[in-house]
């Protein structure tokens, strides 16, 4: 089966950038998509194909996908931006899966 | 404003069944597959299956984790997707989510939660 790895957790400084990485066999070559989930909340598509981000996604998110590593990127980061991130892949070879999750700490 | 909203979740005991109900607004429904997730205690998003849209077919796939225990379908002169449940297993206590589409999801609900407990 195909997995989707991502690290448990990344910390950035306020103001600073971080990068939450998604690393699968090959994954340059699929669709990634992202989400964010505040505690409590659904989760919420920030950043869909690669690095297409939704109506009302501040331009702070971004995203890129090469090789066998995608990268969801926020720059400036702010303490609103603190959730738990999910890459998510989708064919009709491996279903759709999910990273295990990167929580992000705003310092 | 197009929204999807859960209902049927409680606690039902192991080897039980339980029916959700998505209930969808502001968009053609008949349009869009729709998918559920769920999500553990604590735990990551998972996968549970989808239904194309009748255009595409209609037809279901659904992770091995709950292949014929699960079954999904849609009435789109009612706006509502359903999550068939039966055979019910602690593991699979968590909040389930339906969304339009399968991926990317750009819609969700608010999540309904099935605790599997005796």
């Known amino acids: 089966s195909y997995e989707l790895t991502q690290p448990p957790s990344v910390s950035v400084a306020l103001g600073q950038t971080a990068r939450i990485t998604c690393v699968g066999n090959?994954?340059?070559?699929?669709?990634v998509h992202w989400y964010q989930q505040k505690p409590g909340q659904a989760p919420v598509l920030v950043i869909y194909?690669?690095?297409n981000r939704p109506s009302g996604i501040p331009e702070r998110f971004s995203g890129s996908n090469s090789g066998n590593t995608a990268t969801l990127t926020i720059s400036r980061a702010q303490a609103g931006d603190e959730a738990d991130f999910y890459c998510?892949?989708?064919?009709?070879?491996?279903?759709?899966?999910f990273g295990g999750g990167t929580k992000l700490t705003v310092l | 404003e197009v929204q999807l909203v859960e209902s049927g979740g409680g606690l039902v005991k192991p080897g039980r069944s339980l029916r959700l109900s998505c209930t969808a607004s502001?968009?053609?429904?008949?349009?869009?597959?729709m998918s559920w997730f769920r999500q553990a205690p604590g735990k990551g998003l998972e996968w549970v299956g989808f239904?194309?849209?009748?255009?595409?077919?209609?037809?279901?796939e659904y992770a091995a984790s709950v292949k014929g225990r699960f079954t999904i379908s849609r009435d789109d002169s009612r706006n509502i997707a359903y999550l068939q449940m039966n055979s019910l297993k602690s593991e699979d206590t968590a909040v389930y989510y339906c969304?339009?589409?399968?991926?990317?999801?750009?819609?969700w609900g608010q999540g309904t939660l099935v605790p599997v407990s005796s």
């Open positions: 090959n994954i340059g070559s699929k669709n």
């Open positions: 239904i194309r849209s009748k255009t595409n077919g209609g037809t279901t």
């Open positions: 194909r690669d690095s």
């Open positions: 969304t339009q589409e399968i991926a990317p999801a750009a819609v």
């Open positions: 502001g968009f053609i429904f008949g349009d869009y597959a």
């Open positions: 998510q892949v989708w064919d009709t070879t491996i279903d759709v899966v």
